[in-house]
């Protein structure tokens, strides 16, 4: 229980939380302060201390306090919600739960315990406790109607889709006046609840439920696609192309609309005749339309094929269309496709220079074609799958004697010299590019990436540094971070590792899957604030997509980066001062001088932009500061103890920190056979036979040619085979059964 | 950036001790104010007891009533007797959590072998 104050006291204590409420967290400590020095051991307030601490960044010292607060008091509500919320806010999520639900058992009216409780326990995917604490915040408030879409939702996450809808039908029956018609949160829960009809697969009762309710729903094109999906699903084709039709009035830009309408006419996918009829139509209706020229090159064959692609080709070339080539290569698969699209461009070419300036176009400006078509070519031949580079670069020159000035030109020819090999001379180029269009952001963070291929990552990020924020703290590498850039943290940590210096390419893979993290964390809000909006369907999908979060080409990338770099440095254990030559294989080898000296330097500047920072978060006026996460705490959190990830590469157990990155690659990626192989390597290293086994399985089952593949299984079975005999005979017997003689060869 | 503030505003709100509801923190400036007041009003959407008028309040308890008894069956949790040095082994050798190798033994009879052999066999 509670330990009881005086009235004055009582009073204080209100002022306690007013004040750590409101952020005030000095007069709040002040006034926590004047109760214990009456109360010394009144429990609540040393809690409530606790988190105003915690509040301002000394987490240690908050745990201690409120772990003190506890033995005091077991039986205080306040000092185990205090200990949930610190948890919380530190991210023991687990731990939190358990608190709060002691808190809970102490005070089982709490509305507010309640519902932090059931935002940490969806948080946490814990289904069946959302469901609970759902029901009992149902329970307290029956009058609400997010009570019960809430419901509803853990019931549907849980899987439980009946449940759910029943929930749903059962609010709206008690519901005594119609909504109006531009009530949002119930024109939303109308679509959500068909989305649960049509997830439990009855397609035919969704339909009838969208027909019945759907048609004063403020989302439109939710359900005329939905509808046309229905349609199209049930088989009623004539419906379905309809309800396409209609879509396609509306936008004829889109083109599963073409493709599901062409389908609901029923034309076969060889008929091209009238698949093509179809796209004319639109054609004609909207003459800007590009879909409806450009969709048709995808089946079209031969000699219709060349004669719809000149003239898609001519129009492109006619307006200057820069992104033209980016449009069509996908056709470069088709190998008659991949030699008729230059053609025609040359083609182009020899007419438009043929005729020279006799010929009218459209608007007027005939250059503009001549440019188009030679970049076409340009780009045709630095394509991997049509590569001619000598070629290439030919055509770009000549495109840029018709327009010096222009950047897709010169960045093209970056990319040429790239792909020739010379980073340098790319690096260089791309500069130049950038130098043409100083405020086009795209450009510049093409030529801050050359430069980190080219290893210059002080360029680099001076480069970078034309577009971030200038008042951030810590200068534009700390503005990256905030904004999450995570391709430039790829790039930059890959580009250390090529000259050696590990501590910074592990510091960029950590810092990107601590965003990966805050991406996961980032939800938590969004489980009250959705309901509050009523945006079901967004919500659901922000869930669905969290819960596959680590499955991005971004996170792939990195770790596996971080992964090779782990079983490097364990291969090849190297000096204190994180500086070998474990980093990446081939590129500028040898020089270990060289390397120290480029470590030394970057320690050095890291330390100066840390000085720098300090200075700059000095001479700031605290009462002034437009925080920009409005948390007080972020600042305090800010300070990087390792900012050039000395203490990452100090690590006694590289492959130990290299399963922080492994795990989630293959949980979430299995099937790429790099993330395999890769997990055979650190699990063979860590002697855990049967993970490797594992991955070995994995990747022979993705590609069994794979010659690094067969090399794992000799080595593993070489391994293997002098111990089998020592190991457990469950694992004699699982290796027996899987990993049988000869399965390797 | 308005949308982020208020965002995290509320998460600071549910962190009270022991108020209701969500208190705005003092804003930083009279626009900082307009705003969050403009943004607050957007979000009490159905927040409030307004919107509980158009609800038949009988109806509803009823209801609320009903959904009692549903919540009471639970799943059958399956009963299946686990070898602690098995769940030992799995732990060691696949590195998984303790809780993950009972769940991964119990979906398979408690059969150490059977439930290995699963695990590496990959599912494509």
């Known amino acids: ?745 | 950036m308005a949308e982020d503030r208020q965002l995290s505003n509320l998460h600071e709100g549910t962190t009270a001790g022991d108020v209701e509801d969500e208190v705005q923190p003092t804003a930083k400036s009279a626009e900082d104010r307009k705003a969050a007041a403009a943004l607050s009003k957007l979000d009490t959407h159905g927040d409030d007891e307004g919107s509980a008028r158009d609800v038949d309040q009988e109806a509803v308890k009823n209801a609320v009533d009903a959904l009692g008894g549903k919540t009471a069956d639970k799943k059958e949790v399956k009963k299946v007797k686990v070898d602690a040095a098995d769940v030992n082994l799995i732990v060691e050798e696949l590195e998984l959590s303790k809780a993950k190798a009972t769940e991964l033994l119990k979906a398979h009879d408690g059969d150490a072998v059977k439930a290995m052999t699963a695990y590496i066999t990959p599912a494509f």
């Open chain 1, 1 to 745: 229980m509670p330990q009881p104050l005086s009235t004055r006291e009582a009073n204080l204590f209100r002022t306690v939380i007013r004040h750590y409420e409101d952020k005030q967290y000095k007069r709040g400590l002040k006034a926590a302060e004047q109760i214990l020095k009456k109360n010394p051991k009144h429990a609540d307030t040393m809690s409530m201390k606790a988190l105003i601490m915690n509040a301002q960044g000394k987490t240690d010292e908050a745990f201690a306090l409120a772990k003190e607060a506890l033995t005091i008091d077991m039986k205080s509500h306040i000092c185990w919600h205090v200990y949930g919320i610190l948890y919380r806010t530190n991210k023991n999520f687990d731990e939190a739960i358990k608190a709060y639900k002691f808190a809970l058992k102490l005070e089982p009216d709490s509305q507010q315990i309640q519902r932090d409780l059931a935002i940490l326990q969806i948080q946490m995917r814990d289904y069946q406790g959302y469901v609970q604490s759902r029901l009992v915040m149902l329970k307290a408030r029956p009058q609400l109607r997010q009570n019960w879409t809430a419901l509803a939702i853990a019931y549907h996450l849980e899987g439980n889709l009946k449940q759910a809808e029943t929930i749903l039908s059962t609010f709206e029956k008690s519901v005594t006046t119609a909504p109006s018609k531009t009530d949002f949160e119930n024109s939303e829960a109308v679509l959500y609840k068909n989305s649960i009809i049509a997830e439990a697969g009855d397609i035919g009762r969704a339909l009838e439920h969208l027909e019945a309710d759907g048609n004063n729903n403020l989302d439109r094109l939710a359900v005329m696609e939905l509808r046309a999906r229905y349609l199209a699903q049930l088989g009623r084709g004539a419906d379905a192309a309809k309800a396409y039709r209609a879509l396609l009035d509306r936008n004829s830009e889109h083109p599963d609309y073409y493709k599901s309408l062409i389908e609901a006419l029923g034309i076969s996918k060889d008929d091209e005749d009238s698949q093509k009829a179809v796209y004319d139509e639109y054609a004609v209706k909207n003459p800007r339309s590009d879909a409806a020229r450009r969709l048709p090159l995808d089946f079209l064959t031969d000699e219709n094929f060349k004669v719809a692609a000149r003239a898609y080709l001519n129009l492109m070339f006619d307006k200057g269309v820069p992104s033209t080539f980016a449009n069509l290569k996908h056709l470069y698969s088709d190998s008659f496709k991949q030699t008729t699209l230059p053609a025609l461009a040359e083609e182009y070419l020899n007419e438009h220079k043929s005729t020279g300036g006799e010929k009218e176009h459209a608007n007027g400006d005939s250059s503009k074609g001549e440019g188009a078509a030679l970049y076409f070519l340009a780009q045709h031949y630095n394509y991997f799958m049509s590569r001619d580079l000598t070629k290439a670069m030919a055509f770009v020159e000549k495109a840029l004697e018709l327009d010096p000035k222009n950047v897709d030109f010169h960045m093209t020819k970056a990319r040429i010299y790239k792909h020739q090999g010379d980073l340098e001379k790319a690096s260089v180029a791309m500069d130049e590019a950038r130098s043409l269009d100083t405020r086009d952001r795209y450009i510049n963070s093409k030529a801050a990436k050359y430069q980190l291929r080219n290893n210059e990552n002080d360029r680099a990020l001076q480069t970078m540094g034309l577009f971030t924020r200038v008042e951030t703290a810590g200068g534009p590498l700390a503005d990256l971070i905030d904004m999450q850039c995570i391709w430039y943290l790829t790039e930059d940590g890959e580009a250390w590792q090529r000259r050696g210096n590990v501590g910074l390419a592990l510091k960029r893979y950590h810092t990107i899957f601590n965003i990966f993290d805050i991406w996961q964390e980032d939800q938590f809000d969004f489980h009250s604030f959705s309901l509050r909006k009523g945006q079901i369907r967004a919500y659901i999908d922000m869930v669905r997509w969290e819960d596959e979060l680590r499955e991005h080409p971004f996170f792939f990338r990195a770790a596996l980066d971080a992964i090779k770099l782990y079983i490097a440095m364990h291969d090849k254990p190297q000096g204190p001062n994180g500086v070998n030559g474990t980093g990446g294989s081939g590129a500028n080898g040898g020089d270990v001088a060289e390397k120290k000296k480029a470590a030394k330097k970057a320690k050095k500047e890291a330390q100066k932009a840390e000085r720098e920072a300090a200075e700059k978060a000095a001479k700031q006026d605290p009462n002034k500061t437009t925080a920009p996460k409005s948390k007080d705490v972020e600042d305090v959190k800010k300070k990087d103890d390792d900012p050039t990830g000395l203490k990452l590469v100090a690590t006694s157990d590289p492959l130990g920190d290299a399963l922080k990155f492994l795990g989630p690659l293959l949980q979430f990626s299995p099937r790429n056979i790099e993330g395999q192989i890769a997990g055979f390597e650190v699990y063979f290293r860590r002697r855990k036979y049967m993970l490797a086994l594992r991955c070995l399985k994995a990747a022979l089952a993705l590609d069994k040619d794979d010659p690094r593949v067969q090399e794992q299984a000799v080595r593993l079975r070489k391994a293997v085979d002098p111990v089998l005999a020592s190991l457990a005979p469950k694992l004699q017997e699982v290796i027996g059964l899987t990993f049988a003689s000869g399965a390797s060869s």
